[in-house]
């Protein structure tokens, strides 16, 4: 891929993969895409930490929720659905405490330089946090913000222009396929 546009069109969210390991090199491309991120004051307060064993990635991924809109029968990747791959996004509160700007921007570059090689992600937001940081064995001073869940889907997912006061709510097609209503330009846009 390497229309940019295309890229951020199609780079959506993927709650389905296959078992399918994603390699060092791709690893590592997603990781420098986090370390060239904008940081506040260039302050650079985050820390990442993968989780890649398949025993380890069961045990986070027991800690997370998928697909909020959905029933969980529907929205829970299933056994042989799930990722392979966690990245956890750390904030040292002590080099910054105001940086989930900052962790946004690198978990953005994550997920796009993963979907430049074909392979999806999921932020977690809904996760347990107290249990993640005492199982990562994180200090006072560090806050975990989300973990980035990554793997070659096994859904396509795409987007839908949304009505005014439309339903913001994804949904699964006939296929299983996730449905992304998105608000149209007009709607969001105003010039000033
Ligand atoms: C800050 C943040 C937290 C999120 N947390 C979760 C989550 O806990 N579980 C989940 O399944 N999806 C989560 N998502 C994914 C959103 O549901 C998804 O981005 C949204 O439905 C739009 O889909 P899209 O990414 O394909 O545009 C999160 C996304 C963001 C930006």
């Known amino acids: 891929m390497n229309n940019l546009m295309e890229l951020l069109e199609t780079r959506r969210t993927y709650r389905r993969f296959e078992q399918k390991e994603v390699s060092r090199e791709i690893l590592d491309e997603i990781l420098q895409a986090a370390r ?48 392979v791959l966690f990245v ?13 700007t900052d962790a946004g921007l690198a978990i953005s570059n994550m997920t796009l330089a993963a979907w430049n090689h074909g392979v999806g992600s999921c932020i977690i937001g809904a996760c347990n946090k107290p249990l993640l940081s005492e199982m990562f064995g994180l ?41 992304v209503p998105k608000r149209k330009l007009e709607d969001m846009v105003s010039y000033f």
């Open 139 to 179: 200090k006072e001073s560090q806050k975990l913000h989300s973990v980035v869940a990554f793997g070659y889907p096994s859904h396509k997912s795409y987007i839908q222009p949304m009505e005014k006061d439309g339903d913001i709510r994804y949904y699964l097609d006939e296929n299983r396929d996730y449905v």
């Open 88 to 100: 956890a996004v750390i904030q040292n509160l002590d080099i910054n405490k105001e940086c989930d």
């Open 36 to 83: 060239l991120s904008s940081s506040g004051r260039n302050a650079q307060p985050l820390s990442y930490i993968v989780i890649r064993d398949k025993e380890k990635v069961d045990q986070v991924f027991e800690q997370t929720r998928w697909a909020g809109y959905l029933p969980p029968e529907q929205g829970q990747p299933k056994e042989e659905e799930r990722p």
